[in-house]
């Protein structure tokens, strides 16, 4: 399995509402990511996830809250979003992280109304 | 500040020529370097992956790597329809860093 998938596909949520991305991978990889990519740019890093331990955060607004359940698991809990934070939302995971290549799942279309 | 280019689309080509698509970078220290293609609407795609100096052939796609110039780029020969895309390359600076991506080249693939 060399697949890395996303659920849901599209989510529509009003600035009151919680929700949750997730994503999930079975290639046995150790370190995994959140992007998120605007229209007509390239991936923003959002957080990076190192076996299991949160590595890396990007200066994301306390309104996007990742966990890591186990290897495999990523979920991103999103609270009193933005209209401005309508974008594409994309899991990718790596081997071991660093040099390794990245594996992007099919991402998550948020629309914040 | 790590940044990475890439020549300014879109790029337009027959169909069955070789598209050229170039990126430099400015962290001499970049150690590894990534090519994905990004369909509308969709996720980006691994085409290729390159970390020593020279070419690295995979099909139709060659990967050249030039770090004395600071320079990768990616040939596309024959070039089809289906590889209208924007093609985004990505540069790990250093061990333990993560990505840097370029703005994207749109490639437009013309029958």
Redesign the interface.
């Known amino acids: 399995d060399t697949e890395v998938t996303q659920t849901p596909k599209h989510l529509v949520m009003g600035m009151t509402n919680k929700k949750s991305l997730k994503c999930e991978q079975h290639m046995g990889h150790r370190a995994m990511?959140w992007y998120k990519q605007k229209a007509k740019?390239?991936?923003e890093?959002m957080f990076?996830y190192s076996y299991e331990k949160l590595s890396?955060n990007e200066s994301v607004p306390s309104r996007f809250s990742p966990e890591c359940p186990n290897s495999s698991l990523l979920n991103l809990h999103l609270h009193a979003l933005q209209p401005e934070d309508s974008a594409?939302y994309?899991c990718a995971s790596s081997q071991r992280?660093?040099?390794d290549?990245?594996?992007?799942?099919?991402?998550t279309r948020l629309t914040v109304l | 500040q790590k940044e990475v280019e890439q020549n300014s689309g879109p790029l337009s080509v027959p169909e069955g020529a070789i598209a050229s698509l170039n990126c430099t970078y400015s962290d001499r220290g970049s150690q590894s370097f990534f090519w994905y293609r990004q369909y509308s609407g969709k996720s980006p795609e691994l085409i290729m992956s390159i970390y020593s100096n020279g070419d690295k052939e995979d099909g139709r796609f060659t990967a050249q790597l030039n770090k004395a110039s600071q320079y990768v780029s990616l040939l596309i020969r024959d070039s089809q329809p289906s590889d209208s895309a924007t093609y985004l390359c990505a540069v790990n600076p250093y061990y333990g860093q993560n990505f840097v991506f370029g703005p994207g080249t749109r490639l437009s693939v013309l029958p």
């Open positions: 990511y740019k390239p991936p890093l990076v890396i594409l994309l992280g660093g040099q290549e990245q594996f992007f799942g099919p991402g």
